[in-house]
């Protein structure tokens, strides 16, 4: 069963700086990357930035693809006009029938403001406290936001994302 978390940082930067401890934890197999990409958003900014992470991931990464449709559902969809919010809103619905509830992107949505980073990560095998205390021990104190995947849910995401 795959796990898609959200690690919100309280520093614009802190997600990019979390990466290197990611890093170390797939190597030492406390956790197995699937995917993942990083939001940073500086103060004073009317957008984040995203950036996926090729360098952590293998062949059976997600994609920009999917990273982009939800970061569009959590950053974006309050700016759009009428048109591509009904669109926006079919595609919640889909990812709604992936595991990736209306609930799950609004915490996202409520807690990644300007001011604040979030590492996002498609893991399974995560040994979770040994995760979070790596974190910790690094000095970084992220808040953890997860919705778990079926396997079902993370097969009809993969064939979601192949239309």
């Given amino acids: 069963m795959a796990t898609l978390t959200v ?4 520093g614009p930067t802190a997600a990019d700086e979390a990466v290197g401890t ?3 934890l797939a190597k030492q197999e406390l956790i197995k990357v699937h995917d993942a990409a990083t939001v ?20 059976g990464a997600m994609g920009g693809m999917f990273w982009g449709m939800l970061f569009g559902l959590i950053f974006f969809v309050p700016l759009l006009g009428a048109a591509v ?3 926006a809103g079919a595609l919640a619905g889909s ?6 509830d209306d609930d799950f992107i609004k915490s996202a949505r409520d807690k990644i403001t300007p001011g604040t980073s979030a590492l996002f990560l498609m893991s399974s095998d995560a040994v979770q406290d040994k995760v979070m205390a790596a ?7 992220p808040e953890l936001v997860q919705s778990n995947l079926s ?9 979601m994302l192949a239309q």
Wanted: glycine share 14%.
């Fill in 85 to 87: 919010g009904a669109a």
């Fill in 40 to 59: 940073s958003w500086e103060p004073g900014k009317k957008k984040p930035k995203t950036r996926q992470l090729h360098s952590l991931t293998g062949a």
């Fill in 22 to 24: 990611l890093e170390m």
């Fill in 135 to 141: 974190f910790g021990d690094r000095g970084q104190r």
């Fill in 7 to 10: 690690w919100k940082f309280d």
């Fill in 151 to 159: 396997d079902e849910q993370e097969a009809e995401l993969r064939e």
């Fill in 95 to 100: 990812m709604g029938d992936v595991g990736i």
